[in-house]
């Protein structure tokens, strides 16, 4: 029997944006106010959300897991650091959870799989042919919820 697929979301939702922003100097923040994803080596400063390395491990025993993320089209150091972060928090050796399993993509809705865990309906997530996990939503709070929801489906 073959797995399903779940694709998940980087920012926001594996990995906590506001924890690289609150390493930034004043200065940077100012000069990148409004646009804070552009600023060079941001993503290489973001920690897990809370639970999500755990909630991932847990959901990997029953579904086959892809992050699917996009990057700053203004800001190819994104690209380089989004991949750096998945080696930092479940390796980079043949064999590791995520191992080849990163699609970085401004079109979501073009993989084809059962589920998008992901913060916001864009770049083609509402559009997603799957069901689209809203997280940080009010049925999907946090990764507890997701967790539970989708170990119990």
């Known amino acids: 029997m ?3 697929i779940i694709y998940i979301d980087m920012d926001n939702v594996l990995v906590d944006f506001k924890t690289g922003i609150d390493k930034l100097e ?6 990148y106010e409004g646009r804070l994803d552009e600023v060079p080596n ?10 999500a390395i755990e909630s991932v491990k847990k959901l990997s025993s029953k579904y086959d897991l ?7 089209w203004l800001n190819p150091s994104a690209w380089i650091h989004k991949i750096e972060w998945v080696h930092k928090y479940f390796g980079k050796e043949k064999g590791s959870l995520f191992y080849k399993r990163l ?4 079109h979501k809705n073009l993989n084809s799989g059962d589920y998008l865990i992901d913060d916001r309906p864009n770049n083609g ?7 689209w996990i809203h997280f940080g939503s009010k049925e999907f709070p946090d990764w507890t919820m997701v967790t539970k929801y989708l170990l119990d489906e």
């Open 2 to 4: 073959n797995k399903k």
């Open 26 to 31: 004043e200065a940077t923040l100012n000069e």
């Open 42 to 51: 941001i993503f290489s400063l973001m920690e897990p959300m809370p639970y």
């Open 66 to 72: 892809y992050i699917l993320s996009t990057a700053p």
């Open 103 to 106: 699609i970085i993509s401004h």
């Open 125 to 131: 997530a509402k559009d997603f042919s799957g069901k």
